[in-house]
């Protein structure tokens, strides 16, 4: 079984200008039209059995609108599983608390949060609300971590150390971080990072070098690694044929293709 863990779609109407605009801004490829039957489509090619789709609420007015829409999508498809969406203001006019809430009680697994596009530290107190939301409902956060090619990478605010701050004040949240850990940062995460009680994806990793994602996958352990392309920007089929070189035996490539993504999932 393949699952991909970090993957990205757009509203029907936007999604080619949105991936072309994006593409345009970061500098990369990207790989089909930017829409949910595109996803499809390579998911066929490249035999990924279910792909999570992670949407960033850019503006907090949006976080509502969003997670009903990722709620009324999870109702009808059976392979593509939506996160649902959270700000870091939107507290300011709604309550944290009652959102995260109602999208458990509708079946959403996880929340997406990049502190980039959204312009927050993730070590700021200001985000003890969502967290505190997160751990008494047992969701998890997919946080985006390290750089991001759209921005100034001296300005980063997911940074390595930032993440083991809250790591470290929050024991008991279930953080996946992006990007092993941190993009174009992953000297910090040995440093920061590796082997504390935190899962890294591999999304839009393949340009790492072999030896640095296989000593890092070696120290942090393959059962806190789970396999993530961050589509459309890197393709399945191009990713997992760089981890499955780098990894030798059967169960570990298992723990991250599928069965860690299973348990947070919580889905046989």
Not at 45 to 60: E, H, L, R
């Amino acid at each position: 079984m393949l699952i991909d863990f970090h993957t990205h779609f757009y509203p029907e109407d936007i999604a080619q200008n949105t991936v072309k605009k994006l593409s345009q801004l970061a500098g990369f490829k990207f790989y089909g039209e930017g829409t949910i039957d595109s996803l499809k489509q390579f998911m066929e090619m490249d035999g990924v059995d279910i792909s999570i789709n992670a949407p960033v609420a850019t503006k907090p007015e949006q976080v509502k609108s969003i997670n009903r829409k990722m709620i009324d999508i999870n109702k009808n498809e059976k392979n593509i599983i939506c996160l649902g969406a959270m700000h870091p203001l939107f507290g300011k006019n709604d309550n944290v608390e009652e959102e995260i809430d109602f999208i458990v009680k509708n079946g959403i697994k996880g929340i997406k949060m990049h502190p980039e596009y959204q312009s927050f530290y993730p070590d700021d107190g200001g985000m003890k609300v969502i967290y505190d939301a997160c751990i008494k409902n047992d969701i998890f956060i997919l946080f985006h971590a390290g750089a991001d090619a759209a921005f100034d990478f001296d300005d980063a605010k997911g940074t390595p150390k930032r993440f083991r701050q809250v790591i470290k004040s929050y024991p008991k949240l279930k953080i996946i971080l992006a990007h092993m850990g941190g993009y174009q940062m992953w000297d910090m995460v040995y440093k920061e990072l590796v082997g504390l009680n935190v899962y890294f994806d591999t999304a839009f990793c393949n340009e790492m070098d072999d030896n640095i994602m296989a000593n890092l996958i070696k120290e942090h352990g393959c059962d806190k690694i789970v396999f993530g392309t961050d589509f459309p920007w890197e393709r399945v089929s191009v990713l997992s044929n760089k981890i499955k070189k780098l990894i030798n035996d059967t169960e570990s490539k298992n723990k991250i293709f599928c069965l860690n993504a299973k348990k947070l999932l919580n889905i046989e």
